[in-house]
């Protein structure tokens, strides 16, 4: 019976221990979905816009399309635009069928494929355009951010 009763006080003390810690220091899907919630308009369109943000970032486009209708859609528009896989895709094969690239070419492949996964692929990306342009710092962060 002892034992029992000790069992339920420690689970008892980690409920609130959980409990406590994830109302003082929420992650980042908590703290949008309580701003979300609220009642203050400018802190539930922010909190809104910061789930969405966190769905696409995730990959999870269906879940994220049911809460566009509450957003602006310029702004829902152009992330999809530069951030959406088959619009990513589009953007390669565009720029792989461009003859005579230039390194912002190459830049522009590399942040694409980076964003599609394909790190390997935007490694050679980053390595022609450093070919292309050598002095350019930029390629160099690119390059060491990708690995």
């Known amino acids: 019976m002892k034992s029992k009763l000790s069992i339920i006080i420690i689970l008892s003390i980690l409920i609130g221990i959980n409990f406590y810690f994830s109302q003082t220091f929420p992650d980042k899907y908590t703290q949008a979905k309580i701003n979300f919630s609220s009642l203050v308009g400018s802190t539930s369109y922010l909190g809104r816009l910061d789930f969405w943000h966190l769905l696409v970032q995730n990959n999870d486009w269906q879940n994220a399309s049911l809460l566009e209708s509450g957003l602006n859609q310029e702004q829902v528009i ?31 492949l590399a942040q694409a494929q980076t964003l599609l996964g394909l790190n390997s692929q935007a490694v050679e990306s980053i390595k022609k355009a450093h070919q292309l342009d050598p002095i350019r710092s930029d390629i160099d962060r690119l390059f060491y951010s990708t690995k």
């Not at 951030?83 to 070419?105: C, M, R, V, W």
Request: charged content about 35%; glycine content about 0%.
């Open 78 to 108: 152009d992330y999809k635009l530069a951030h959406q896989p088959q619009e990513l895709q589009k953007k390669i094969d565009q720029i792989e069928t461009t003859s005579n690239k230039t390194a912002d070419d190459y830049i522009k």
